[in-house]
């Protein structure tokens, strides 16, 4: 749970749910419903994390079977269980053994829910660095095993079962390699997503050293790839066997490029923090001194911003920080940033650096902050007429004489005004100076691993060889998925 709350942010994660499947009248016993679910949108995420120790005094042969029945084969029956309950009794789903408190957030109907099942795995990394000395200890892909054939193959997992809902295995390092990459939502979802399409293929056979190799490949290859983890040099076609060795990830880690990425995200957190202050103020009843807005469109606020990839949330602290810097230059004036994506045209974002006046309070500050970006996401509308959806957030003035510190968050939608909306919008403008002819709009361009290439002529060979070793690495996996094709022709 952990893991989960630091990903998916606490308002989506729910440990230790129960269902009351066998319970009559409220007596009876109820019965556990997973470790952990989260819902967010459409999507959710169903995790069994299961801890059974490898027995090391038993022979392989009888400890490997034993440790898989136990740790992944019963994993699996409790996912596809619950997945099974929650279709059919989704109301029926309690954050007690009791089964009084019902889950607190609607489930997504099952005729647009997109489910993603997940076993967290642990006790089998000492017994496999022993069998493997050179490995990272995580549990190996090998997809042409299917069912009981596991039993034969020591640390090494295939298809469980192809005529149910795919079953994502992670033990204990991939599970943190993969949360420790992918730490958003929509990452997260996009990787299984993609994991998922790609593993339970009947027309490939994957093999890889360990799941931090895949996520390696993943990570180089996914961004404008055909195939999420195949380079487009491979060619259009998918290879009949694609086979990842132990070299993906120690080089992925020690690319420049991929150090670079690595702190930016570290800025972008700030982004996360912001959401969970917001979360703390009320889980998830957000009540603000004059905060008109309802709760749950302050919720629908916070799942935009939890829906921005990790990539987007450095763009957007970004441009947040600019502004505030901006603002340091001009105490007493108040400033904005609109910030929107070609990408994503249909949402902006508007960020309010404002200051306090001496003669208000600081409820009426909140007050006035909070009318203020109402009054910006309308006009807004005028300028970006082609989105409809538009988030606000309020912060202090950097400049100040007070210790308090608030942030204030609203959502404003609109697919298009109506005469008397655009006429009202139109008055804002013109009394407030909202946004006015002189805006300027700057467009800019950012990749998600950075570029470093412009100071290679002050590093000498040795770095520039180092700065190179990405598309080295490209060429050297095209290779690879052209040896594999030409074995599969065999």
């Known amino acids: 749970m952990r893991l989960c709350r630091k990903s998916f942010l606490s308002l989506w994660a729910h440990a230790n749910l129960h269902t009351a499947q066998d319970m009559r009248q409220r007596k009876g016993s109820a019965k556990e419903f997973a470790d952990v679910l989260v819902v967010f949108g459409n999507d959710v995420i169903i995790f069994s994390d299961k801890h059974i120790e490898f027995q090391q005094d038993q022979d392989l042969e009888i400890a490997w079977p034993r440790w898989f029945r136990r740790a992944i084969v019963d994993s699996a029956k409790q996912l596809h269980g619950a997945l099974s309950w929650l279709r059919r009794f989704p109301d029926r789903v309690f954050l007690d053994a009791s089964c ?90 996009q990787y299984l997503n993609a994991r998922e399409s790609f593993l339970s293929s009947t027309a490939v056979v994957v093999r890889t050293a360990g799941e931090e190799q895949l996520i390696a490949a993943y990570i180089l290859n996914g961004g404008g790839s055909k195939h999420p983890f195949i380079p487009d ?6 290879p009949g066997l694609v086979i990842f060795d132990e070299s993906h990830y120690p080089s992925l880690i020690k690319h420049p490029e991929y150090q670079e990425k690595r702190r930016q995200d570290k800025i972008s957190h700030a982004w996360d923090d912001l959401i969970e202050r917001f979360i703390r103020l009320g889980d998830p009843k ?16 916070l799942r935009i911003m939890a829906a921005e990839p990790r990539f987007r949330r450095h763009l957007l602290i970004e441009s947040m920080g600019e502004m505030l810097a901006a603002a340091l230059e001009q105490p007493g004036r108040r400033r904005a940033r609109l910030f929107s994506t070609r990408e994503q045209p249909d949402l902006v974002y508007i960020f309010l650096a404002m200051p306090k006046l001496k003669t208000e309070s600081f409820v009426e500050y909140r ?43 609203i959502v404003f939608t609109c697919h298009e005004y109506t005469p008397e909306e655009r006429a009202e919008a139109e008055y804002f403008q013109r009394e407030t ?58």
């Not at 040099?233 to 998918?238: I, L, T």
């Not at 950075?450 to 290779?479: F, M, T």
């Open 100 to 189: 009084k408190r019902p889950l607190p957030v609607a489930l997504p109907s099952t005729d647009v829910a997109r489910y993603h099942l997940v076993a967290v795995t642990r006790g089998s990394r000492e017994a496999c660095l022993k069998l493997f000395p050179n490995s990272f200890g995580t549990l190996q892909i090998d997809t042409s095993i299917v069912g009981d054939a596991h039993g034969r193959q020591p640390f090494t997992i295939g298809v469980l079962d192809r005529s149910r809902n795919f079953v994502h295995v992670l033990d204990e390092f991939s599970l943190e390699v993969v949360m420790n990459e992918l730490d958003t939502i929509t990452d997260f979802v």
């Open 233 to 238: 040099a491979a060619g259009p076609k998918m």
């Open 286 to 301: 957000l009540v603000h001194p004059g905060f008109e807005q309802p709760n749950h469109e302050t919720e629908k606020a």
């Open 367 to 409: 007050r006035h902050r909070v009318a203020l970006l109402h009054a910006y996401c309308r006009v807004a509308k005028l300028r970006f007429a082609h989105a409809d959806t538009f988030v606000a957030l309020g912060i202090d003035h950097p400049v100040r004489d007070y210790e308090l510190s608030s942030e204030d968050v």
């Open 433 to 490: 100076g909202i946004l006015g002819d002189g805006l300027s709009m700057k467009e800019g361009y950012a990749t998600k691993f950075p570029v470093i290439n412009s100071s290679q002529s002050k590093q000498g060979p040795k770095k520039i060889k180092r700065a190179d070793s990405l598309r080295r690495q490209k060429k050297r996996k095209a290779k690879l998925a052209k040896a594999a094709r030409r074995m599969n022709r065999r």
